[in-house]
C-alpha cells in the first residue's frame, strides 16, 4: 500500500473571539509518494508563553504498512465527515482543533483560516462525527510522534 500525495496542516487553538485566536501547536504533514516519505513539521506554544517555538522538522517513512494505513484512515475518516458552514463561524467538534487536507481527489477543512468564531455553523456533526473527528486528531498525533 502507498501513500497518496498530500497536504496536511492540523493547528490546536482555533478558537478567537475578537481577536484571532493564538495557536497553541501547528503540525504539517507532506506526503511525497516518490520518494515514499512523510514529510512532518511540528511547532508547539509552551503553556504561558506568546508564541509557537521553531518547527521541528523530520522525515519518517511511509513505506511501513502501519504508516501508509494509518493516512489511509485519516483520509477516509475526512471524506466523510462534514465541516461547518460558513467557514470559520463554528468549532463544531469542540476539540478548539482544526484540520486542512488536501489531495488530488479531496480537500478538506474545518475552522476557517482565521480560526472559529463564537457563531452558529448551519452544519452540525452528528456525535459518530465527533467520533471520527477525534479519531483523525488521534491520527494526525499517531504520525507526529513515529521516530524519523
Not at 11 to 21: D, R
Not at 67 to 92: F, H, M, N, R, Y
Not at 96 to 122: H, M, R, Y
Amino acid at each position: 500500500m502507498s501513500i497518496p500525495e498530500f497536504s496536511l496542516r492540523l493547528q490546536h487553538g482555533i478558537i478567537g473571539g475578537f481577536a484571532p485566536p493564538t495557536p497553541n501547536q501547528i503540525v504539517t504533514i507532506t506526503g511525497i509518494p516518490t520518494q515514499n516519505l512523510l514529510n512532518i513539521t511540528s511547532a508547539v506554544r509552551p503553556k504561558g508563553t506568546p508564541s509557537l517555538q521553531d518547527a521541528v522538522p523530520k522525515s519518517i517513512s511511509a513505506a511501513d504498512a502501519h504508516t501508509a494505513q494509518l493516512v489511509a484512515e485519516l483520509k477516509s475518516i475526512l471524506a466523510t465527515i462534514p465541516t461547518e458552514s460558513p467557514p470559520g463561524s463554528q468549532d463544531i467538534y469542540g476539540l478548539d482543533t482544526s484540520i486542512a487536507f488536501g489531495s488530488d481527489d479531496l480537500v478538506w477543512q474545518n475552522g476557517g483560516p482565521q480560526g472559529c468564531g463564537q457563531g452558529v455553523s448551519e452544519t452540525q456533526p452528528s456525535e459518530a462525527d465527533k467520533t471520527k473527528f477525534k479519531r483523525a486528531v488521534e491520527i494526525v498525533q499517531e504520525l507526529q510522534a513515529k521516530d524519523a
